[in-house]
């Protein structure tokens, strides 16, 4: 089918309270009306999510953010222009009328316009707010592939557009502009630093938060089911030597420059050093290993720095630390 008539097809399902996955730049989303409380029930319904935990809206352009916040602060307003469309979603005051079930009950709204030509297409097409969390089951991986959100989702969703690999593979930063320091509750490859440098003034990390307004803070987020360990650099040889035969066969996440002997039964997968590639692979790599049967996933830590915060965060998501596991 022709790419018109699939966003037609698109339209038509959102109108009739159905559910549409479509790729933006970071993940693919589960999408739904807005407005139409029975669609976004769907929503919660086929990724098995609590009601508590609030959806962002995606928009066509910039203009349409006063249709679902207001008191909006110039920060907004800046931002939007200098990162829209694109990996960035703006916590804001929620406009009268919102439905709680987008909020989760709370007075602030979640809203980004994502830059990839299929969701602008959608969204312009459509020319109203459309709800779209991350196309997986609550706690998986999110799919960066139409085929992985067909396995995620299969005959749960009306229609899923393909769009191909998406371009930067983690989900959006997450900035809260409701409260009066500017704050990041989930990073994402638009790093603090960039968004500082844009607003002139200092930007927070949400710690101490509670989940619910500290989006993918939750435990055991983006996780692969293969049982997942982060390990430094340092502690990959004596990992090596130690390593038992009950916990093979094994795959094993590298990103520094290490010439490491071969080891049967342990996979070693090379990741790029540039964040961006790595982003851009990183769920990818995940999804696929996890089909792989192997007994345990390890992944070396990345390094530090503006660029790795975004990767750091999702690795130790998906991840048990070390320290409380036993059975290396
Ligand atoms: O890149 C992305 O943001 C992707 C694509 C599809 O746009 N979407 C995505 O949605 O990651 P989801 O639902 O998987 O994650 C959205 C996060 C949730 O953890 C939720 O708690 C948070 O956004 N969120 C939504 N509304 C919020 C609000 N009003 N205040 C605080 N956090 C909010
Ligand atoms: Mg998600």
Request: hydrophobic share 45%; charged share 20%; with cysteine.
């Amino acid at each position: 089918m022709k790419l018109t008539k699939q966003i037609q097809t698109a339209v038509k399902v959102l109108e009739n309270s159905g559910l549409v996955a479509f790729p933006t730049e970071t993940v693919y989303g589960l999408g739904a009306d807005a407005n139409n409380e029975v669609a976004l029930r769907k929503i919660f319904a086929v990724k098995e999510r609590p009601l508590n935990h609030p959806l962002i809206v995606h928009l066509a352009r910039l203009e349409q953010m006063v249709d679902w916040a207001k008191n909006i602060p110039p920060a907004a307003l800046l931002l939007g222009q200098i990162f829209w469309p694109g990996p960035l979603t703006l916590v804001l005051n929620k406009q009268s009328g919102v439905l709680d079930l987008l909020t989760g009950g709370q007075k602030t709204i979640a809203l980004r316009v994502p830059r990839h030509p299929i969701a602008q297409k959608l969204l312009q097409a459509f020319d109203r707010g459309i709800a779209a969390p991350s196309a997986n089951k609550f706690t998986h991986i999110s799919p960066t592939t139409a085929a992985a959100v067909f396995e995620e989702l299969d005959d749960e969703v009306d229609l899923i557009l393909d769009g191909g690999d998406c371009e930067v593979g983690l989900e959006s930063t997450i900035l809260d502009l409701s409260t009066e320091k500017p704050t990041i509750l989930r990073p994402g490859m638009i790093s603090a630093q960039a968004i500082e440098h844009a607003l002139g003034t200092a930007v927070y990390y949400a710690n101490g938060e509670p989940t619910s307004r500290a989006p993918g803070m939750h435990h055991l987020h983006y996780a692969p089911r293969t049982k997942t360990i982060l390990i430094e650099t340092s502690d990959i040889v004596p990992l090596l030597v130690l390593l038992k035969k009950e916990n093979l066969p094994a795959a094993l996440l590298i990103n520094s420059e290490m010439e490491l002997p071969a080891i049967e039964g342990l996979d070693v997968i090379k990741m790029s050093q540039d964040a961006e590639h790595y982003a851009h692979d990183l769920y990818f790599t995940l999804r696929e290993l996890d089909h792989q049967h192997y007994r345990q996933i390890f992944i070396e830590n990345v390094p530090q720095g503006e660029a790795w915060v975004a990767i750091h965060d999702r690795l130790k998501k998906a991840s048990f630390s070390p320290k409380h596991s036993t059975s290396l």
